[in-house]
Structures are given as C-alpha cells and as structure tokens.
C-alpha cells in the first residue's frame, strides 16, 4: 500500500503545473510546523526539530527561488516574510512555548490562502481568454467594446 501511495504522490507532482507545486509546498510546510507544534506539546524534542527542519527547507527554497528582477516590491517583501519565518523557526528549536511555531504558521495559512486565490482569478482569466479566443476564431482581434457619444 505504501508503495502505491508514493507512486500516486509522484505521479502527482509529476504532472502539477508550477502553481499546484507550490500550493503543494505550501500545504507541505503547514503540515509540518503543526506536526512540530504537536511533538513540542509531547516534549517530543527530535521529533519537534525534524519537522521543524522540514519546514526550514520549503521555506529557504520559496526563498531562493524568487526573481527579485521580475517580482520587484512583490518580491521583495516575500523575502522578509521567509526571512523572518526562518529566524522564527530558527528560535523554535530552543523554544518551547511554541509560539514562534504558531508565528510561522499563521503566516503560511495566510500566504497559502492568498497564492491560492491568485491562482484562482488567474486560472478565471485564462479560461475567460481560451473562450473569446475559440468565439473570434484564431487570428481574430479580440472583442472589445465600442464608446459612442450620444447627443
């Protein structure tokens, strides 16, 4: 059964656009911090800073992979939310409160949240732009509207 669950999972990335991937990484890194917030609670300590180690590696690597050319002011302030929820993470390992787990978190449900609405109005769009394509038929200037003034 397992050996089907991981072929299923491979497969499943395998055939993910670059969004579905980083919603994927997204769900990923909060399953993790809670898992780590869970083991904190249990005083389960190796536990606690494995997953907290998983969650540092999504993190570092939504980090790196941000062109700060192309994403300018976007980009910019993603690198200091991961930026922060790495020192975050970073004062997890000692903690053991919790509360620097539920910081990063909360900031991953909330970014979660926001890239999977845009990938929803942008996956909207796209699909509005694939029909008035298949309406004008291909090589047709796309339909817009026409102002008149009326006296």
Same mark, same amino acid.
């Given at each position: 059964?397992? +050996?089907?669950?991981?072929?299923?999972?491979?497969? =499943?990335?395998?055939?993910?656009? *670059?969004?579905?991937? %980083?919603?994927?990484?997204?769900?990923?890194?909060? $399953?993790?911090?809670?898992?780590?917030?869970?083991?904190? *609670? /249990?005083?389960?300590?190796?536990? *606690?800073?494995?997953?907290?180690?998983?969650?540092?590696?999504?993190?570092? @690597?939504?980090?790196?992979?941000? /062109?700060?050319?192309?994403?300018? =002011?976007?980009? +910019? &302030?993603? /690198?200091?939310?991961? =930026?922060?929820?790495?020192r975050e993470l970073n004062q997890a390992r000692k903690d053991t409160t919790g509360q620097h787990l539920e910081n990063v978190e *909360?900031?991953?449900? &909330? %970014? $979660?949240?926001?890239?999977? @609405?845009?990938?929803?109005?942008?996956?909207? @769009? %796209?699909? +509005?732009?694939?029909?008035?394509?298949?309406?004008?038929?291909?090589?047709?200037?796309? $339909?817009?509207?026409?102002?008149?003034?009326?006296?």
């Open positions: 059964m397992n +050996a089907y669950m991981n072929q299923y999972q491979q497969n =499943q990335v395998l055939t993910a656009s *670059k969004e579905q991937i %980083l919603i994927m990484l997204y769900d990923g890194a909060i $399953r993790f911090c809670r898992q780590a917030l869970a083991a904190n *609670k /249990d005083g389960n300590v190796a536990e *606690k800073l494995g997953r907290i180690s998983k969650v540092y590696a999504i993190i570092t @690597e939504f980090s790196n992979s941000l /062109d700060h050319e192309i994403g300018g =002011q976007i980009s +910019a &302030d993603l /690198d200091g939310l991961y =930026q922060f929820m790495i *909360k900031l991953l449900v &909330d %970014l $979660r949240i926001t890239w999977g @609405e845009a990938v929803e109005i942008n996956k909207k @769009e %796209l699909t +509005a732009l694939v029909q008035q394509h298949q309406e004008n038929g291909p090589g047709a200037a796309p $339909r817009t509207q026409t102002l008149t003034a009326s006296g």
